[in-house]
């Protein structure tokens, strides 16, 4: 069983910075593509960003792309999210999840696994 475990939420005002940590259990991690997906209250799930198993490639949702910054360390079974200059509408519990395929996805119920969330609040 694979078990993904975020951190790194937390409050900051609107032009700040956080970096968001997903730890994931298990010894065939580097196998797996991993993607972060945002959820804020009565709203669906929205992507954000993915990365392929190797960490080469990455995509973006159009939302964050030029402010956000997906890597993973496949050494230590972690994935990040680093978030600049965020802004109020990034306000959302992230969550992250992983493909056991290694392939990339945007659609959230391709992935398989998925943590349980850490809250980003952005003010004004």
């Known amino acids: 069983q694979v078990q993904l475990v975020e951190s790194g939420g937390g409050l900051v005002q609107a032009g700040g910075s956080l970096r968001l940590s997903c730890a994931a259990s298990g010894r065939t991690f580097s196998n797996y593509a991993m993607g972060w997906f945002r959820q804020a209250p009565e709203k669906g799930r929205e992507f954000v960003a993915a990365?392929?198993?190797?960490?080469?490639?990455?995509v973006y949702a159009d939302s964050v792309k030029g402010r956000f910054t997906i890597s993973r360390d496949n050494a230590v079974n972690t994935v990040y999210l680093q978030m600049n200059s965020l802004k109020p509408e990034d306000t959302a519990v992230y969550y992250c999840?992983?493909?056991?395929?290694?392939?990339?996805?945007?659609?959230?119920?391709?992935?398989?696994?998925w943590g349980q969330g850490t809250q980003v609040t952005v003010s004004s």
């Open positions: 990365i392929t198993r190797g960490g080469f490639s990455t």
């Open positions: 999840a992983a493909r056991t395929t290694g392939l990339i996805t945007k659609s959230a119920s391709q992935y398989d696994y």
